[in-house]
T-cell receptor, first 117, second 114 residues
């Protein structure tokens, strides 16, 4: 079975300061991991994905995440927050080796980011 | 423009009525999904379809039904048997198959049942 834990339900940062969103996962085999962003009353947009290539993954809008197998973590970071980064962020896992799962994704509970001017 | 459309954006229904949410994609994706999102929670999978004329129950299928008669369309019916139907519903699609690919999401439909 696979699961995702986002360690913070809310994160508040000042504009121009770094953002860190923490995510731990559990997966039986070799996971694929994703970060999605959701602005209010909108669908989800893919920020970045890890699928067993480089462990440091760069995404859109200056975000990046590092896959650490030993820590079962996939934390999302951005060096300098912008007002437009205020949104909810979801860490997502899928187990690549379980064929029966097809393309099923498991979502974390989300982290809401507030950016203060 | 390629993408996923969901209609309507807002939907209001009386308790006891069935309601159908539309989802269309022009990405030529094989797989389509329906999720439910409640305030402060992540997404929960209702139904998914890997190919036309085939679909599987997700984690919370009770009170919902789907059909997949065309590759580009995957409508969701919320029946009167669904105990708490008020929620934000998201449709997604992906390339499909047994490999894992990212899912692309529509803008969502907010359903309110009173």
């Amino acid at each position: 079975a696979q699961s995702v834990t986002q360690l913070d339900s809310h994160v508040s940062v000042s504009e121009g300061t770094p953002v860190l969103l923490r995510c731990n996962y559990s997966s039986s085999y070799s996971p694929s991991l994703f970060w999605y962003v959701q602005h209010p009353n909108k669908g989800l947009q893919l920020l970045l994905k890890y699928t067993s290539a480089a462990t440091l993954v760069k995404g859109i809008n200056g975000f990046e995440a590092e896959f650490k197998k030993s820590e079962t973590s996939f934390h999302l970071t951005k060096p300098s927050a912008h007002m437009s980064d205020a949104a909810e962020y979801f860490c997502v896992v899928s187990d690549r080796m379980i064929k029966a799962a097809g393309n099923k994704l498991t979502f974390g509970g989300g982290t809401r980011v507030l950016v203060k001017p | 423009d390629g993408g996923i459309t969901q209609s309507p954006k807002y939907l209001f229904r009386k308790e006891g009525q069935n309601v159908t949410l539309s989802c269309e994609q022009n990405l030529n994706h094989d797989a389509m999904y329906w999720y439910r999102q409640d305030p402060g929670q992540g997404l929960r999978l209702i139904y998914y379809s890997q190919i036309v004329n085939d679909f599987q129950k997700g984690d919370i299928a009770e009170g919902y039904s789907v059909s997949r008669e065309k590759k580009e369309s995957f409508p969701l019916t919320v029946t009167s048997a669904q105990k708490n139907p008020t929620a934000f519903y998201l449709c997604a699609s992906s390339i499909g198959g047994t490999s894992v690919y990212e899912q692309y999401f529509g803008p969502g439909t907010r359903l309110t049942v009173t």
